[in-house]
């Protein structure tokens, strides 16, 4: 048999130096969501910083406003909804208009000993170890800014639920509670939480950088610091390993493959570090993260290729429905012997509270928060946790689901859908025992027709507002607000009122909602079965 070594002979040997000028200080970052072609290079750079230990960088780098691709009226109406239209040191946009753009990183491995920069010189390779890899995307915190604007402004208008705030800050008789000690087991529990590492994160100070461009003088000689300034084979002790301790690092043992699991997702956590966990807590990360999200979302965030029945199971196991949606569960989120960050109240108290709201929601799209305060009696705060775990305040009409009602998965998964339902009932004759209330007592309010009417007694109907989880239950709401002030109404005042509450509204919505509501006599509208005989 012919030896290997006359087959492949060696054509060349290279000495390899490894570099360690910049240790603990060499980052890659990457580009996934632009072409290779298109660098960054030329463009101006405003700023730079980093938090070194959670390795997160930030950029600002400026936009061409000349450029024909550029839209303008897009990049001022941007700036105007996230600055508003005063001007102080705070604002995103000096030039009022989006003229510059972040880029915010993320973690693409956590463990980066086996990745290296190379430089090939003279015949000599000079390796320098990595310390990050870091993929920089788009960030769009300038929409949270605009968002949260959009609410200080619906806030400032809101007479509605707003006024249950000022309510609740009226005298009242108030319950002192001196704090359990902490527990090994909690305490653990506690900094192992996603709300605990964010604010680790946060206490992280930014140090700010100042960026060289890749021609600039500084960066050419930092690029020397990538050879190896001792051509001393010695001082490479590193590298002079036997053929067994060289063949244990190129295939470390898979111990040394283990990284810490992940509590949650956040902005330094990877997708890919989060996909190393079993199907079951990943589910549970992201349900715990995101708190309430529909079927088709969470199988996006999964790994392509993912058994969407399996993920049904896990998902039934640390979720509920709530209009076709999922909703993570209240003992995933306040699980036993913790207690409320604000007020000191049990885990178990907090689930009941918590299901309660969850269950009203699976009776309509909105809820009063002073309702169901009344009932729940927990302090504001823990009610307002609650509440923003799955819905919105809007004005004069309180505190609204996120999230439409997913027909579709309902119709496809009924038999999901029914099991859900049968555990809710569940749930629902454990809170009447607790609450002391009945199901009866939330169902939507059926009103007596106005007194304005002619109509007998005995002709007088008694009308019932239904929804069927569509877009189309607003404008019956808003038809049925209309009749409960006058049982006879024009056209134009149907028309100016749903104008009013959702913006232009078609003739065909309209031609509709009166054909399945009212019938038409002598120019006016009544509800059906409302004219007398």
Same mark, same amino acid.
Request: charged fraction near 25%.
């Given at each position: 048999?012919?030896?290997?070594?006359?087959?492949?002979?060696?054509?060349?040997?290279?000495?390899?130096?490894?570099?360690? #000028?910049?240790? $603990?200080?060499?980052?890659?970052?990457?580009?996934?969501?632009?072409? =290779?072609?298109? +660098?960054?290079?030329?463009?101006?750079?405003?700023? =730079?910083?980093?938090?070194?230990?959670?390795?997160?960088?930030?950029?600002?780098?400026?936009?061409? +406003?000349?450029?024909? @691709?550029?839209?303008?009226?897009?990049?001022?109406?941007?700036?105007?909804?996230?600055?508003? +239209?005063?001007?102080?040191? %705070?604002?995103?946009?000096?030039?009022?208009?989006?003229?510059?753009?972040?880029?915010? #990183?993320?973690?693409?491995?956590?463990?980066?000993? &086996?990745?290296?920069?190379?430089?090939? &010189?003279?015949?000599?390779?000079?390796?320098?170890?990595?310390?990050?890899?870091?993929?920089?995307?788009?960030?769009?915190?300038?929409?949270?800014?605009?968002?949260?604007?959009?609410?200080? &402004?619906?806030?400032? @208008?809101?007479?509605?639920?707003?006024?249950?705030?000022?309510?609740?800050?009226?005298?009242?008789?108030?319950?002192?509670?001196?704090?359990?000690?902490?527990?090994?087991?909690?305490?653990?529990?506690?900094?192992?939480?996603?709300?605990? *590492?964010?604010?680790?994160?946060?206490?992280?100070?930014?140090?700010?950088?100042?960026?060289?461009?890749?021609?600039?003088?500084?960066?050419?000689?930092?690029?020397?610091?990538?050879?190896?300034?001792?051509?001393?084979?010695?001082?490479? #002790?590193?590298?002079?390993?036997?053929?067994?301790?060289?063949?244990?690092?190129?295939?470390?043992?898979? =111990?040394?493959?283990?990284?810490?699991?992940?509590?949650?997702?956040?902005?330094?956590?990877?997708? =890919?570090?989060? &996909?190393?966990?079993?199907?079951?807590?990943?589910?549970?990360?992201?349900?715990?993260?995101?708190?309430?999200?529909?079927?088709?979302?969470?199988?996006?965030?999964?790994?392509?290729?993912? $058994?969407? +029945?399996?993920?049904?199971?896990?998902?039934?196991?640390?979720?509920?429905?709530?209009?076709?949606?999922?909703?993570?569960?209240?003992?995933?989120?306040?699980?036993?012997?913790?207690?409320?960050?604000?007020?000191?109240?049990?885990?178990?108290?907090?689930?009941?509270?918590?299901?309660?709201?969850?269950?009203?929601?699976?009776?309509?799209?909105?809820?009063?928060?002073?309702?169901?305060?009344?009932?729940?009696?927990?302090?504001?705060?823990?009610?307002?946790?609650? *509440?923003?775990?799955?819905?919105?305040?809007?004005?004069?009409?309180?505190?609204?689901?996120?999230?439409?009602?997913?027909?579709?998965?309902?119709?496809?998964?009924?038999?999901?859908?029914?099991?859900?339902?049968?555990?809710?009932?569940?749930?629902?004759?454990?809170?009447?025992?607790?609450?002391?209330?009945?199901?009866?007592?939330?169902?939507?309010?059926? *009103?007596?027709?106005?007194?304005?009417?002619?109509?007998?007694?005995?002709?007088?109907?008694?009308?019932?507002?239904?929804?069927?989880?569509?877009?189309?239950?607003?404008?019956?709401?808003?038809?049925?607000?209309?009749? %409960?002030? @006058?049982?006879?109404?024009?056209?134009?005042?149907?028309?100016?009122?749903?104008?009013?509450?959702?913006?232009?509204?078609?003739?065909?919505?309209?031609?509709?909602?009166? @054909?399945?509501?009212?019938?038409?006599?002598?120019?006016?509208?009544?509800?059906?079965? %409302?004219?007398?005989?």
């Amino acid at each position: 048999m012919a030896s290997g070594d006359d087959d492949d002979p060696i054509i060349e040997e290279i000495d390899v130096y490894l570099a360690k #000028s910049l240790a $603990d200080k060499l980052y890659l970052f990457q580009y996934p969501v632009r072409p =290779a072609t298109m +660098t960054y290079d030329d463009v101006t750079h405003l700023a =730079a910083k980093i938090k070194p230990k959670q390795q997160r960088v930030e950029l600002e780098i400026s936009m061409d +406003t000349v450029s024909p @691709n550029y839209c303008r009226s897009k990049g001022e109406q941007i700036a105007l909804n996230v600055d508003g +239209t005063g001007y102080d040191e %705070t604002n995103t946009y000096s030039a009022k208009m989006m003229d510059k753009q972040t880029f915010s #990183s993320i973690q693409a491995t956590t463990n980066t000993s &086996r990745y290296a920069a190379a430089v090939f &010189r003279k015949g000599e390779l000079h390796v320098t170890p990595l310390t990050g890899i870091l993929q920089m995307r788009p960030s769009f915190s300038y929409l949270d800014k605009a968002d949260n604007k959009t609410r200080e &402004r619906e806030a400032a @208008n809101e007479g509605g639920d707003s006024s249950q705030d000022e309510a609740e800050e009226e005298a009242k008789a108030i319950t002192v509670r001196f704090a359990r000690p902490e527990s090994e087991q909690a305490r653990q529990r506690r900094i192992q939480s996603y709300e605990f *590492l964010q604010k680790k994160q946060a206490e992280e100070p930014w140090v700010h950088l100042t960026y060289h461009g890749v021609k600039d003088g500084r960066s050419e000689h930092e690029r020397q610091y990538l050879f190896c300034q001792s051509g001393d084979a010695s001082e490479n #002790s590193e590298l002079v390993k036997t053929p067994k301790e060289y063949l244990a690092m190129l295939m470390p043992p898979l =111990a040394e493959e283990k990284v810490v699991k992940p509590v949650g997702p956040s902005n330094v956590l990877s997708m =890919a570090q989060l &996909r190393t966990l079993p199907l079951g807590e990943q589910v549970k990360t992201l349900m715990k993260n995101v708190k309430v999200m529909p079927f088709a979302n969470l199988m996006g965030l999964l790994a392509s290729g993912t $058994d969407s +029945t399996s993920v049904l199971r896990c998902i039934q196991q640390v979720a509920l429905l709530v209009q076709g949606n999922w909703v993570v569960k209240s003992d995933v989120l306040y699980p036993k012997n913790t207690f409320s960050a604000h007020s000191g109240v049990p885990a178990e108290v907090l689930c009941r509270g918590r299901d309660f709201v969850m269950w009203r929601f699976t009776l309509e799209r909105s809820v009063m928060r002073k309702e169901i305060a009344s009932i729940i009696k927990l302090p504001p705060e823990d009610v307002k946790e609650f *509440l923003e775990h799955v819905a919105a305040p809007r004005a004069n009409r309180g505190w609204e689901f996120l999230l439409p009602t997913d027909v579709d998965f309902i119709k496809k998964h009924p038999d999901v859908a029914h099991r859900q339902n049968m555990l809710w009932l569940g749930i629902q004759s454990k809170l009447e025992k607790v609450f002391n209330f009945s199901k009866e007592d939330f169902v939507p309010k059926k *009103l007596q027709f106005p007194a304005q009417t002619k109509a007998a007694p005995d002709e007088q109907k008694v009308f019932g507002l239904w929804e069927t989880g569509e877009d189309f239950d607003k404008h019956r709401r808003l038809l049925y607000d209309v009749f %409960t002030k @006058n049982y006879r109404v024009r056209r134009n005042i149907i028309q100016a009122r749903l104008a009013q509450e959702l913006g232009d509204v078609s003739k065909a919505d309209i031609d509709r909602l009166l @054909n399945e509501c009212c019938s038409s006599h002598a120019g006016m509208w009544y509800l059906k079965g %409302t004219i007398q005989s």
